[in-house]
């Protein structure tokens, strides 16, 4: 399946970017918060082929962002480029290069068929459902849908209506593509099947995508990189490994033979933030996150003084939802 | 065929589609709208001791409903259209359109124009029936004058749909407005004529001298079509600024998600 984006620039190319953001600023006026500023001064680009991911807690900025790069909101400041289109001063140019998935399942008809529901988003972005029908006929395919192809969206389960809306942004075969939480609401075995699918996808179109997810395994399996978001700022923007591997460097944990003397618990505690001991009677663990690599030999030295005898030391293996939690709370510097 | 006729043809089929599969709720529009018709002309009849003398008379009262229930669909697809995609969640979608979310709700007016002159021809059949009263019905001469009525009134229809886009709770005005519309095509413009400037009314006398009085298009007085025409553009325009400005509304405090 070639798109627009697979014929202009093949992944992980380097090119100008698909999405540049600038200062991105948006405030609401709530009745009960006063202006509330949704988006404060965001400032990213995603270049052709990649796949971003955007995460960040409920209320963080992520879907206004989203909506206003798909012209859906207007910013009150800042620069929106999509394919070196001015979406602000130009939005209908600016969409014709993208597409998006904002709200699952309810952004399909569900009084059409899979089928109609394809060649309705077809026209709808200007290309004629017969002139599209290899590309429909190949969606159908690729999600799975050919058993119900004909059937009534609202016959189906809701995994089959969120396959459909995420077909229906990939038929229009746009260079760039918003998913906005594909997999929510979806029972795990339907999720990953999901994630499946959109990651063979990516694979074979090359559109530059930017998720947005709730669902960490989604984005750590389809993302190189990520961006955090929170109270409507950026505070993370890196790959997902660089990440993972900066948290792996910092966290341990050690197995001790025994208990942990009481002593020894409250002499850790107060020289080292953000341990952990556990212990039982014949074994104690000790997880903690060491930023500067120094203090690593403080630990062990602690740990002589009161004879306490090591079983074993490991880098902790973080996962992604794990390391955005302590972004997001602050706790990572 | 260009992008717009290919969003048009895409509208209008799915109205079809919608239509035919779901066509108990078409039956039952036909349904009310002649139970309505019966009450108004049998009522009509019944106080005026005869032949009803709104509008025209006997026949005028059947064009005049015709065009009424036709204006009803041109004035209401706008807003309850909008209405509807806010609500299951497909507005945000087409407001994605390349070609803008005003030439999207224009292909709603245009395929329900098309498809409910078609479908409430045969209410005109029945009303015909029941009345007892046959119309001329010289098609190439309705059409044209029933496409610029609709239309005119269609541009009503885009300030209602803006303002249910940004204010949400507009149904009860488009209520009471669906009443004045249908003061628009019975009361005699030869006794008020200023009602010429309101929409439905110019194009509701030409289409009685066409249905009533046998005339065909080229002998209907040509400054009153020229008047239609200029009529209808001129609600056309004002609709579809006035919906661009509540757009921007919309799009400036991120309402066209939210219902």
Redesign the interface.
Known sequence: MKTEAAKGAPPGSVGSPVLAVRDLV?T?RSRRRGLVNAVDGVSFEVAPGEVLGLLGPNGAGKT?TI?CM?????PDSGSILVKGVDAIANP??A??H???V??GN???????TVK?NL???????????KRNASQIESLIQAFRLEEVRNS?ARTLSRGMQQKLAVA?AFVKGTPLLMLDEPTLGLDVETSFELRAMLKQMVAESGQTILLSSHDMDVVQELCKRVIIINNGRIVTDDKVSNLLELFKARAYRLTLSGPVPPALARELESTFESIQVTSDSHHSAIDVELLDGGRFYDLVDLLRKFDAEIDSIDRADPDLGEVFLRIVRGEAR | MSATLTLWAGELRRNIIQMKRYYFETLSMLFVFFVFFTLIFFGAKAISGGAPRIGGGLEGIIVGYFVWTLAMVGYGVVSENLVEEATTGTLEQIAMSPLGLSRVVLGYLISAIITQTVVLSFLLILMMAVTGKWLNLDVISILPLLLLTTLGIGGVGFVMGGMAVVFKRTRSILSILQIVLLAFVVVPLDRYPMMKYLPLAAGNRLLQMVMVEGRSILQVPPADVAFLVANTAAYLVVGLIAFGYFERIARRKGLLGHY
Request: glycine share 2%; hydrophobic share 40%; net charge positive.
């Open positions: 948006k609401y206004t909506k798909c012209t859906l909101i207007s209908r140019k969409v014709s993208m597409a998006a904002l709200e309810r952004n399909i008809y569900w009084r059409l109609e060649q309705f988003f077809s026209a709808v972005h200007g290309i004629p459902p009534d229906c």
